[in-house]
C-alpha cells in the first residue's frame, strides 16, 4: 500500500474467542469514500453482514469498532467514535470526547474492532503495536472511575517500561512511594487513556455506554452493553508513536486558524453547553420536565439553575478534549445538606444532564409543588435541587448509563406513578416521586444489578411503557413514552417552535439524535440543505472532531482534510458524499433489520405520542405542538419530500440502485436495497 497520511492503515482486529490479534489494512479507496469515524463504521457493518436480522446484538458475532479519523489527533478537538448494532436493533454511531482517540492514533491505530466473546472478563492493553488480551477479573463489578484509575496504571507503551535509571534509593520516601506500578521508569505516568463500563454495561442494561475520564461518554444507544456482552471491561491504550499528516506548515496554520477562533467564543468557553441552556432552551419552553409534561416553568425564578449559577456553586477545574480551545468541560464538587449527595465529584453538567436528569425528573421544583405553580423556595433550595441533579448525572456515568435515555426512562415511570397507572407495589416496594433521588438512587440500583422490576427497566424507556402496558391491560400508556424510534428524546423539545422541528428527530440516521445537523433546513423546508447539513455532521463524525466546533472549522475543514491526507483534488463534494455514504448505508441497515416492508407506517411513525397531542401548557409559546399538529403533513408530504431529494423512494424511503451506484456503494449495499424497494 502507498504510503497514507492523515490514517495509519491500520485497523486492529480483536477475537476474543479465539484470543486473536490480526491486523486489517483498507485500500486508500475505502478512506477517500469513508473518510474514518462513524461512516467507516457503518462500511464495516455492512461488509460483515451486521444487518442480518437474526444476528443477536448481544451475541459474539456483533461487531464492536473503536475508530478515528485521519484528523483525530493532530488537529483540535479529537474525539474518538463507537459503532456497533445496537441492543435495541439500530445504528450505533455515538462519538466520544477525552484523549482516548488521539492516543489511540498516537499508537498507530485507525481503530480497534472487536468480534467474539471472551470466555471471561478482559480488557485490551494497546500499547504502541503491541496489543494484549489481560485478564479482568480485579475490575469487572467495579464502576467506571475507580476502574479506570486502576487499568491506566497498568498500561505502559514499551518506550516507558524499560528499567528505570533512577532508584528507589535515590528518592525520598514520598517520592519513591509515588513511583508507578512494578518500578517501571520514572517517566511511567499514567498517560494511558481508558474507555470503559461500569456495572450497567456489565449487565448488559440496554442504553450502557462506553466511558472515559469519568464523565466523558460515547453515550448514546448502546455501545456498553455489546462490550459487556463481550466480557470486555475496558479498551485501554497508550501511543508514543505520533501523526504524520502529508503537509505539516498548512496542517498547522489550519489548526491555528481554529484554535484562534475558538479562543474568541468567550461564551462556549464559560459554560460550555450549559450557558445555551441558560440564554435558550428556558426561554424557548423547550426544557424537559416531568416527563416534557412541561416545556418551562411558569414562575421565571425557577430558572435559575444556570450555567454561572452552578459554577458558582461547585467549580472545581476546567478540562478539554484533546486540542480543543473552547474546554468546555468542568469538574465539580458537590455541596449538599444532603449526605448522599455531599461531596460527589460530577461535571458541570452539560445541557442535556441538567434537562434530563434535572428537570426531567421534577428535581428542580420545591416538593410538593408543581411547574405551573410560583417557586416557593430560596436560592439555597436551588443549590440543594442543583445537587440532586449532579449526583444523578454522576450515577449514570460512573454506572456507564446514558442520561438521556435514563432520563427518560425513569421520568415515564414517574409519570405513570402520577397518574395512577402504576404503584410502588409495580417498583419493589420503591416510592418513586417527582424530585426524590433517593429513591431514583434505589431505582438505578436496581436497573444496573438488574434486579426485580429493574431488569424489565434496563431495556430502555419504549420496552419499559411497553411492559407496564401489558402489565396493566393499558395500551394509552404507551401515550407518554417519549422515544423516537425506540430511543429516548434528548433535551429539546419539538413543540416549541424555538427549538427542533419535529423532521430532524424523523430522519436523523442515529435514532433521535439531537446533533444530526441541519436544523434551519428543517425549519425552512429547504431539504436540501437540511441534508447538506446531516451529511456535514456524518463527515465531521468521520473526520473525527467535535460537532461542537464545527463552526470554528467551518472554513478550514477542507483545506485540513487535504493537508492532513495529501488528497489535493479532494473537494467539498467529496466531503458531502461521505455523509450520503453513511446516511444509505444505515438507513438500509435499520430497514433490513427490522424487515420492513411499509418502512413509514412501521418505523418513520414510531415518535412521541405527545408530539402532536399534548400542547406546551406553560410559557410564551403556550398551546404550540409539533409540526403545528399536523403529523399528515409531516409523514405524507414533508418526508417523501425529503427522501427524494436524497435520492431515495419517495414511498418508503430506500436509497434506488442509481443513488447507491453514484455514491460507489452498491457493490456492498445494492442486494439490500434491491430487497427493499
Ligand atoms: S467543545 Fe467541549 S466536548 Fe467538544 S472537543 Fe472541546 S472540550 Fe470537548
Known amino acids: 500500500m502507498a504510503d497514507l497520511f492523515g490514517m495509519t492503515g491500520k485497523i486492529a482486529r480483536v477475537d476474543l474467542t479465539t484470543e486473536t490479534v490480526t491486523v486489517i489494512e483498507p485500500e486508500e479507496e475505502i478512506y477517500r469514500k469513508f473518510l474514518g469515524g462513524t461512516a467507516l463504521g457503518a462500511y464495516f457493518l ?61 499508537a ?22 503491541v496489543i494484549e488480551i489481560r485478564d479482568a477479573g480485579h475490575v469487572w463489578g467495579k464502576d467506571v472511575e475507580e476502574a479506570e484509575m486502576i487499568l491506566k496504571g497498568e498500561v ?53 455506554c462506553v466511558n472515559t475520564e469519568g464523565a466523558r461518554a460515547a453515550g448514546r444507544w448502546g455501545g456498553g452493553a455489546v462490550m459487556g456482552s463481550k466480557n470486555l471491561k475496558a479498551v485501554v491504550v497508550r ?21 484562534s477562533s475558538e479562543a474568541t467564543d468567550s461564551f462556549w468557553r464559560a459554560y460550555g453547553t450549559a450557558g445555551i441552556g441558560a440564554s435558550s432552551a428556558y426561554v424557548e419552553d423547550a426544557f424537559p420536565i416531568r416527563n416534557w409534561q412541561f416545556g418551562s416553568w411558569a414562575d421565571p425564578s425557577t430558572k435559575a439553575i444556570t450555567g454561572p449559577f452552578m459554577d458558582e456553586a461547585s467549580f472545581i477545574r476546567r478540562q478539554s478534549c484533546f486540542g480543543c480551545n473552547l ?33 426531567n425528573l421534577g428535581y428542580m421544583e420545591m416538593e410538593g409543588q408543581t411547574p405551573d405553580q410560583p417557586f416557593t423556595g430560596t436560592s439555597a433550595d436551588q443549590a440543594e435541587n442543583l445537587a440532586k441533579l449532579q449526583y444523578t448525572a454522576f450515577l449514570h456515568d460512573n454506572y456507564s448509563l446514558d442520561f438521556i435515555e435514563g432520563g427518560n426512562n425513569i421520568g415515564l415511570v414517574m409519570e405513570l406513578v402520577q397518574r395512577g397507572f402504576i404503584d410502588s407495589t409495580d417498583l419493589d416496594g420503591i416510592d418513586l416521586k417527582w424530585g426524590d433521588v433517593h429513591a431514583v438512587d434505589e431505582l438505578m440500583t436496581k436497573i444496573i444489578t438488574r434486579d426485580g422490576i429493574g431488569d424489565k427497566l434496563a431495556q430502555g424507556t419504549y420496552e419499559t411503557g411497553r411492559y407496564f402496558a401489558e402489565l396493566k391491560g393499558k395500551p394509552e400508556i404507551m401515550d407518554y413514552v417519549m422515544t423516537c424510534h425506540h430511543y429516548g428524546q434528548p433535551a429539546h ?50 473526520l473525527v472532531h467535535c460537532s461542537f466546533a464545527a463552526g470554528h472549522w467551518a472554513g478550514s475543514q477542507l483545506d485540513i482534510i487535504k493537508a492532513a491526507t495529501g488528497w489535493d483534488d ?15 448505508l444505515t438507513r438500509l441497515f435499520e430497514v433490513h433489520i427490522r424487515q420492513l416492508t411499509d418502512p413509514k407506517e412501521e418505523w418513520d411513525k414510531q415518535s412521541p405520542h405527545r408530539w402532536f397531542n399534548d400542547p406546551l401548557p406553560t410559557g410564551i409559546h ?51 436495497a434491491s430487497q427493499h424497494l
Open 570 to 584: 479532494f473537494t467539498a463534494e467529496d466531503v458531502q458524499a461521505v455523509g450520503a455514504r453513511e446516511y444509505a
Open 622 to 672: 403556550k398551546g404550540a405542538i409539533a409540526y403545528e399538529g399536523n403529523a399528515d403533513n409531516l409523514y405524507d408530504v414533508a418526508l417523501p419530500a425529503y427522501w427524494k431529494e436524497r435520492g431515495w423512494t419517495e414511498d418508503k424511503g430506500i436509497p434506488t440502485l442509481e443513488t447507491l451506484k453514484s455514491l460507489g456503494i452498491d457493490d456492498i449495499a445494492g442486494d439490500i
Open 493 to 542: 423539545d419539538v413543540r416549541s417552535p424555538a427549538d427542533k422541528n419535529a423532521m430532524e428527530y424523523v430522519t436523523v440516521n442515529r435514532a433521535c439524535a439531537h446533533t444530526g445537523g441541519g436544523g434551519g433546513g428543517f425549519k425552512s423546508g429547504d431539504w436540501a440543505a437540511a441534508i447538506a447539513g446531516q451529511n456535514g455532521t456524518c463527515a465531521t463524525n468521520s
Open 108 to 129: 498507530g491505530w485507525d481503530g480497534i474492532q472487536v468480534v467474539g466473546k471472551a470466555s471471561k472478563p478482559v480488557y485490551l492493553a494497546v500499547m504502541d503495536d
Open 239 to 259: 501511543g508514543t508513536k505520533g501523526h504524520k499528516v502529508a503537509d505539516k506548515k498548512t496542517f498547522l496554520a489550519m489548526e491555528n486558524v481554529i484554535k
Open 327 to 359: 474546554k468546555c468541560l468542568s469538574t465539580v464538587e458537590v455541596t449538599s445538606t444532603d449526605p448522599m449527595l455531599d461531596g460527589t465529584l460530577s461535571d458541570l453538567p452539560d445541557w442535556e444532564a441538567m434537562g434530563m436528569v434535572g428537570g
Open 46 to 106: 455492512f461488509k460483515e453482514g451486521i444487518y442480518d436480522p437474526n444476528l443477536d446484538p448481544l451475541g459474539p458475532d456483533n461487531l464492536l469498532q473503536f475508530l478515528v479519523g485521519p484528523v483525530t489527533g493532530a488537529a483540535p478537538n479529537s474525539r474518538v467514535v463507537v459503532v456497533t448494532k445496537s441492543a435495541y436493533n439500530i445504528y450505533c454511531g455515538s462519538t466520544c470526547g477525552g484523549h482516548f482517540g488521539s492516543e489511540l492514533k498516537m
Open 156 to 208: 505502559l507503551a514499551e518506550l516507558e517500561s524499560r528499567e528505570g535509571m533512577i532508584r528507589d534509593a535515590d528518592l525520598n520516601p514520598t517520592w519513591a512511594a509515588m513511583r508507578p506500578p512494578k518500578r517501571l521508569g520514572m517517566h511511567a505516568k499514567r498517560l494511558a487513556h481508558v474507555m470503559c463500563i461500569g456495572r450497567g454495561g456489565e449487565n448488559q442494561v440496554w442504553y450502557s
